[in-house]
Structures are given as C-alpha cells and as structure tokens.
C-alpha cells in the first residue's frame, strides 16, 4: 500500500522543510547587508494616510495647547519645586542619577523616514553620535554626492551638530528623523528630488522580518501537546477516586 502524500505527517514535514529555506533565506540576506553596512538594517513602507493622520494629529495637539497659559502661580510653583529638588540633592547625586540613567540605556532605535514613504531603521548605542547615523546614511543612498541634512519635526528643525550623542540629544531608546536633500539656493533648478533614495540591496530588505526557528516551533508544539497529555491524564484517576467515595455500600442501611 502506497503512502498517502496528503497526509497529516506528510504535510508537516513539507511545511517545516519550506519555513526552514524560508528562514535561511531570509537571514542570509540580512546577515549580508549587516556585514556590508555593519548594522542591522530594516525597511518598511509607511502608507500616506497614516502620515497625514499623524501630522494632523500633531496639528490638533499644538493647537490644543494654545489653550493652555502658564500664569504667575505656575511659574512660582516651579520655581519652588526646582529649589526643593536643589537643596534635598547635590550635584554629586544628581550627576550619580544621571550617569546610572545613562549606563541602563545600550540601545536606541532610529527610524529615518524619505519623502517617498520608506523608512529605514537602525540601532545604535546611545553614546554614538549623529554623525554614525550620516556616514550610514551616505553608505546606503543611491546617490551619495547629493548634499542632504536630516532634521526633526513639528516644529521642523534640522540636525546641524553631528558630533552630538543619542542620549544627549534626546534620541534615546528612540526617535524618528527625516530626510531631505538640499535644493540649490541660487538660481539652479530647485525641482524636489523624487525616489528611489536607498541602494536595491537595502530595498531588499523592504518588508523583511526574522521568522520563527522551524524546529523551534515545532518542538513547543509538541512539548505543549505532551504536557496536555499528561495533565489530562493525570486528572482522570483523581476524578474516579471521587466518584468511589460518592457510592454507598448496598449492605449500608440508613
């Protein structure tokens, strides 16, 4: 009698045996593009509406907050706040604090957003500086001589001091920048660039995400098929053994 190619076992294994090319595949070219750039690297599309819904957002909270006076009494209240901080810890604690803030941050997570909706993203330690982020940036656009700046927004607000680190810029455990080239301020053609900004390799990666180790999967399923098992079983006995308490003898006479 032949086997059945349609069966249960049969199928399992075919779906482990494409996860686990899929899983290679996938992780052969990431691991490629982070030996070439030496960072791990990830590009996903942002959709138009979410970024209009976002920057409407913002609006209607700048104007939400136009509502908002800071009086004479908020001012004084502050101001003695600050001063009861002051005087309760010195700056030999205060700098402690700090620099114990500082040593738990390892890791922030830069998104840079073009204006064609892509958005590459990329950690970095926090004690880096912004220029790490503009030499990868330069590695990675499909056309690097072209002057660029990145800057920050609402209020819109370009990065001009690269020797600044994450942490003291506020980009810690992460921050999203954008990317703009540099139109000519003379009487040049000032037409805004279009896409594609980043190299084919790094758009690759568009979409991609590590996914979950074949074996791996199927060795949870099983554990947890296994333990079912066995609680199942396990609770059988017990429920028998309350039942033989609930019958009365026949000989018994009330």
């Known amino acids: ?45 942002t959709s138009t509406a979410s970024v209009s819904t976002t920057d409407s957002t913002d609006v209607d909270m700048q ?65 880096e500086t912004i220029n790490s982020l503009v030499e990868l940036l330069k590695k990675a656009l499909l056309h690097p001589e072209r002057s660029f700046y990145i800057y920050t927004t609402p209020p819109k607000k370009q990065i001009k001091d690269l020797s600044q680190d994450f942490y003291s810029v506020g980009f810690v455990p ?38 979950i180790q074949p074996e791996e999967t199927e060795a949870q399923t099983t554990t947890n098929s296994s333990a079912s098992a066995q609680t199942s079983t396990s609770e059988i006995p017990e429920q028998k053994s309350a039942d033989k308490k609930k019958i009365k003898p026949k000989w018994l006479k009330m």
């Open 1 to 45: 009698m032949r086997g059945d190619s349609s069966s249960p076992d049969r199928k399992r294994a075919r779906f482990v045996t494409d996860s686990s090319m899929e899983f290679n595949s996938v992780k052969e070219r990431i691991a490629a593009v982070k030996d070439k750039y030496g960072r791990e690297i990830r590009v996903f599309e």
């Open 63 to 127: 104007e939400a907050d136009a509502f908002y006076e800071f009086t004479a009494e908020d001012y004084y209240r502050l101001m003695a706040s600050k001063k009861e901080d002051k005087h309760l810890k010195t700056k030999k604690i205060r700098d402690a604090e700090e620099a114990a803030r500082r040593a738990r941050m390892t890791k922030t997570t830069i998104r840079v957003r073009f204006p064609d909706n892509h958005t590459l993203e990329v950690s970095f330690h926090p004690s």
């Open 174 to 211: 992460g921050a999203i920048v954008y990317f703009s080239y540099d139109l000519p301020k003379d009487g040049a053609d000032r037409t805004p660039i279009v896409g594609p900004y980043l190299k084919e390799d790094i758009m690759s990666l568009k979409g991609l995400e590590y996914p």
